[in-house]
Nanobody, 116 residues
């Protein structure tokens, strides 16, 4: 079965950095665009970053552009989110996502807290 497992979250001070990882299994990873979403308390889940199958194209939310970098290693079935210059507004649960024809799959999420 499809499985996505996030890791790398934690507590970091403003201006700091974190690297999130998402290990995927149960599908042909290289065939699919991968996404990172996040959800802050009291807010709807928002799309943070997207990367296409071979990693040649990426897209970012305006709020993170220039600070976050999404990448993937198809040999390891893993997608990453490098987060730099973190702000308190980046706090939330970060989720890895893959969208098939008509079904979304999600990991359990990893908590990122940016606080002084």
């Amino acid at each position: 079965q499809v499985q996505l497992v996030e890791s790398g979250g934690g507590l970091v001070q403003p201006g700091g950095s974190l690297r999130l990882s998402c290990a995927a299994s149960g599908f042909t990873f290289s065939f699919y665009t991968m996404n990172w979403y996040r959800q802050a308390p009291g807010r709807e889940r928002e799309l943070v970053a997207t990367i296409t199958r071979a990693g040649r194209s990426t897209n970012y939310a305006v709020s993170v552009k220039g600070r976050f970098t999404i990448s993937r290693d198809n040999a390891k079935n893993t997608v990453y989110l490098e987060m730099n210059s973190l702000k308190p507004e980046d706090t939330g649960v970060y989720y890895c996502n893959v969208r098939f024809v008509n079904i979304d799959y999600w990991g359990q999420g990893t908590q990122v807290t940016v606080s002084s």
